[in-house]
């Protein structure tokens, strides 16, 4: 059986994460603004999203076998993509005017 290296995995849940998060912020800043909603309400939300999004990885790490190193690199690519979705995607929308 093959698998893909680390560095794809990692990629691809680093860009997965990052389009899903950076996505859906940006079109919540969108609706935020059009609704009255607080931002740091919102951005509040999608840190608890990102927490969750990454919890099966997570818990797989700390109470699985301790071989759970491609649970690991996934974890490692859907934090680093939540991480840069949620520090960008402010930018993102304060220059599309949303914030």
């Given amino acids: ?6 560095e794809y995995t990692r990629t691809q849940m680093a860009v997965g994460a ?3 998060f950076g996505v859906l912020r940006v079109v919540c800043a969108a609706m935020g603004a059009q609704y009255n ?8 939300c999608f840190i608890g999203a990102a927490v969750l999004f990454c ?4 818990a797989d ?7 759970s190193h491609k649970a690991f690199v996934e974890l490692q690519g859907k934090a680093v993509g939540c991480a840069l979705a949620l520090f960008c995607a402010p930018i993102v929308s304060h220059k599309l005017g949303y914030e």
């Avoid at 059986?1 to 680390?6: E, S, W």
Wanted: net charge positive.
């Fill in 55 to 58: 919890l099966p990885q997570l």
């Fill in 61 to 67: 790490v700390l109470f699985s076998s301790p071989m």
């Fill in 1 to 6: 059986m093959y698998t893909l290296p680390d």
């Fill in 37 to 44: 909603w607080r931002l740091s309400v919102v951005t509040r």
């Fill in 18 to 20: 990052l389009v899903l």
